[in-house]
């Protein structure tokens, strides 16, 4: 005989609908989690088996105790006496049984599921309150259980839809069997506030956010899992591309639709992404386009330099319209690919010029002694910058103006008794 334990529910009496006695109700008993039929005892020696279903007298009460073997864990299913539903009970085992294996997290839903879609499935009634928002749920699709988090439950025309957030794979027509998780994601047994549900190798890891790109280059796609179902402002991927930028790039996500992978430049202006093959970076959506969290591809040249500066050049993926930029931006720079040029031979004392170059240009001209007093001055662009006398009596000053002339402007070097020793710019 058995070892039998006393059952901690449907001893007492149980309730109509109305609040009255279930007189004739029905209570089945199954091995939990399935609908396979077992015994169930009478009385405390395990040696005489009860009905099942046990059948409740007019009290509602059953006419013999219910005893459960040791051991094991039952699910138990309350109909009237017309066989209606009232209520099911999954994992129910005996009082003070110490020798039940630990109960399962996952609840058997007792009605059958109704494959709707790759991500939602519908039961009948309203059931909003079993299948509410952030409960997990486990389906069984193909043999295979696939496992997810509510994103929706909408009860509509006497069934609930219930949408689901995978965490892999999808549903398929060969659901039928669902169950859900017994903690309240509104009020779970543990506090989570500020705590991060991954683990925190996941997070150091980016284990649910670093993935490599498919497709070809300046085409590409991402299957990120869990997968997500719409595009969020925000979403952030740490992504190795499998192949190098192209002139414009476009990623789609879980099949969602493409979207452009742009970044910034120095200005803060959004332009056209550059990476290149097996370059690991994050992509943030921002409502509009996938953002590349990578400096501008662009080699600069140190402002240390000898000999003569050059532009910069591009490099395997560079961006060409940052490589003008750029170039725009040094190559307008005074010393910027200039060199210093005697230029005496065509220079004239009070003679106007032009600077055309197409940049700032630097003047040095010397004036030796005269032995007696001279005069220089220096006009650039209307303006006097130098106005000087010298040598005044004393045979042994000399005057060595030096000036920066900006682009398009005429200057002037004027020579008051006083011959030019050499004019040099740079230029």
Not at 218 to 238: D, H, M, Q, W
Not at 261 to 286: C, P
Not at 390 to 407: E, K, T
């Amino acid at each position: 005989m058995p070892s039998v334990k006393i059952s901690p529910l449907f001893n007492d009496a149980q309730l109509d609908n109305n609040g009255l006695p279930l007189a004739g109700g029905l209570v089945n008993w199954y091995l939990a989690g399935t609908t396979t039929p077992v015994i169930v005892y009478s009385e405390s020696s395990g040696s005489i088996a009860n009905t099942n279903p046990v059948v409740l007298n007019t009290r509602g009460e059953p006419s013999n105790p219910i005893w459960l073997q040791a051991g094991s864990v039952y699910k138990a299913v309350l109909n009237d006496s017309l066989g209606n539903l009232i209520r099911t009970v999954d994992n129910i085992s005996g009082v003070n049984d110490t020798s039940v294996p630990i109960i399962s997290e996952w609840v058997l839903y007792s009605g059958a599921a109704t494959y709707i879609s790759g991500s939602s499935f519908s039961v009948a009634g309203d059931t909003t309150a079993t299948f509410d928002t952030n409960r997990r749920v486990k389906a069984t699709v193909s043999g295979t259980d696939r496992y997810g988090t509510i994103s929706g439950s909408v009860f509509s025309l006497g069934v609930t839809t219930v949408t689901l957030v995978l965490d892999s794979g999808v549903l398929d027509a060969s659901l039928a069997t669902v169950y859900y998780g017994f903690l309240d994601p509104a009020h779970p047994s543990f506090d989570s506030t500020g705590v991060n549900t991954n683990t925190q190798a996941g997070v150091q890891k980016q284990s649910w956010t670093a993935f490599t790109t498919g497709g070809a280059s300046g085409v590409y796609t991402l299957t990120p899992s869990p997968v997500i179902t719409v595009y969020v402002a925000g979403e952030r991927f740490n992504v190795t591309f499998n192949a190098a930028s192209a002139a414009t790039n476009t990623i789609n996500v879980n099949g969602l639709g493409d979207k452009s992978i742009k970044q910034y430049d120095y200005s803060g202006t959004k332009i056209a992404s550059s990476f290149a093959l097996n370059q690991v970076s994050d992509i943030v959506y921002d409502g509009t386009d996938f953002v590349l969290l990578n400096e501008l591809p662009v080699s600069f040249v140190s402002p240390v330099f000898t000999g003569v500066p050059t532009a910069p050049t591009a490099t395997s993926g560079t961006n060409t319209t940052q490589i003008a930029t750029t170039a725009n931006v040094y190559g307008s720079s005074l010393g910027w690919g200039q060199t210093w040029q005697n230029v005496k031979s065509s220079r004239v004392s009070g003679t106007s010029y032009t600077n055309s170059t197409g940049k700032p240009i630097m003047v040095a001209v010397a004036f030796p002694d005269t032995g007696g007093t001279a005069s220089v001055t220096v006009v650039v662009g209307g303006v006097t910058l130098i106005n000087l006398n010298y040598d005044i009596g004393s045979g042994s000053a000399i005057a060595f103006p030096v000036f920066i002339v900006p682009n398009g402007t005429v200057y002037t070097v004027t020579a008051g008794g006083a011959t030019i020793s050499f004019w040099s710019e740079l230029r």
